[in-house]
Antibody, heavy 117, light 107 residues
């Protein structure tokens, strides 16, 4: 069965960096675009970024452009999100999700990132 | 970016009620809309894609309709496990965007 397992969350000071990982199994990872979606405490869902199947095409939400980088290693079935210059507004649970062209069909359980001094 | 406005933001309903949630897009998105259900502490789950197609395994009491700018998610007869928050998401253009959510609570 499809499994997505995020890791790498934690408490980080403002201005610092963090890298999230998402380990995928149960499907052909290299056949799917992959997304990151976040949810601040008590708030709604916010789409963050997507990478195409081969990693050559990437899109970002405006507030993270230039600070976050999505990437993937198809040989390791792993998705990444490098987050730099973190601010308190980036505090959220971060989910990875498997994309189809018209939906996000599978989601991980999420990893919590807390930006605090 | 395309904005999605959901209404209402919350509603109270009873088991067995018919519930309708709307999602309005700031510009036409054809049928490029998905609906998700999220219960507290859990990841969202896909219910509907392409505005009206039911995801495998989702009960038939859930249905979606609409195209262009106006969309609807309907639960025909509310069950206890349906008390949750529902989100729409557009897939027409990047950046992808979500609606603000509709929380369905027990009356």
């Amino acid at each position: 069965q499809v499994q997505l397992v995020e890791s790498g969350g934690g408490v980080v000071q403002p201005g610092r960096s963090l890298r999230l990982s998402c380990a995928a199994s149960g499907f052909t990872f290299s056949s799917h675009g992959m997304h990151w979606v976040r949810q601040a405490p008590g708030k709604g869902l916010e789409w963050v970024a997507v990478t195409s199947k081969d990693g050559n095409n990437k899109y970002y939400e405006d507030s993270v452009k230039g600070r976050f980088t999505i990437s993937r290693d198809n040989s390791k079935n792993t998705l990444y999100l490098q987050m730099n210059s973190l601010g308190v507004e980036d505090t959220a649970v971060y989910y990875c999700a498997r994309g189809n062209w018209n939906s996000l069909g599978y989601w991980g359980q999420g990893t919590l990132v807390t930006v605090s001094s | 970016a395309i904005q999605l406005t959901q209404s209402p933001s919350s509603l109270s309903a009873s088991v067995g009620d018919r519930v309708t949630i709307t999602c309005r897009a700031s510009q036409g998105i054809s049928s490029a809309l998905a609906w998700y259900q999220q219960t507290p502490g859990k990841a969202p789950q896909l219910l509907i894609y392409d505005a009206s197609s039911l995801e495998n395994g989702v009960p038939s009491r859930f249905s979606g309709s609409g195209s262009g700018t106006d969309f609807t998610l309907t639960i025909s007869s509310l069950k206890p496990e349906d008390f949750a928050t529902y989100y729409c998401q557009q897939f027409k253009n990047y950046p992808l965007t979500f609606g603000g959510g509709t929380k369905v609570e027990i009356k």
